[in-house]
């Protein structure tokens, strides 16, 4: 599967970004999807994850209760809602699958296929 994120800008703090994860080549439905990002001069770490039904959606503390992960199977595509952006929220974001049913990963390397990453820049 081959996947392309989009939707990444600029906002200022407090602001609302959508990111899209569009996929293609493969049965999207059949994958687990992850969202991760890089903030400059930091590892990548995760974000959110999402089962293929779009089931059980996890987040990492740090984005609870303001990002929130779906997807559109139909659409072959995932999103990451990020309401509430603070200037720590800047990197940039990465999306991630990996074909597995009824579970998701929060390890990175557990995830074969990446997006080429979209960049978010909160300002303050």
């Known amino acids: 599967v081959q996947l392309q994120a989009s939707g990444g800008g600029l906002v200022q703090a407090g602001g609302s970004l959508r990111l899209s994860c569009a996929a293609s080549g493969r049965t999207f439905s059949s994958y687990a999807m992850g969202w991760f990002r890089q903030a400059p001069g930091k590892e990548r770490e995760f974000v959110a994850a999402i089962t293929w039904s779009g089931g059980y959606p996890h987040y990492e503390e740090s984005v609870k209760g303001r990002f929130t992960i779906s997807r559109d199977n139909a659409k072959n595509t995932g999103y990451l809602q990020m309401n509430s952006l603070k200037p720590e929220d800047t990197a940039i974001y990465y999306c991630?699958?990996?074909?597995?049913?009824?579970?998701?990963?929060?390890?990175?390397?557990?995830?074969?296929?990446w997006g080429q990453g979209t960049l978010v820049t909160v300002s303050s």
């Open positions: 991630a699958a990996e074909p597995i049913s009824g579970r998701y990963y929060l390890a990175q390397e557990k995830y074969r296929y």
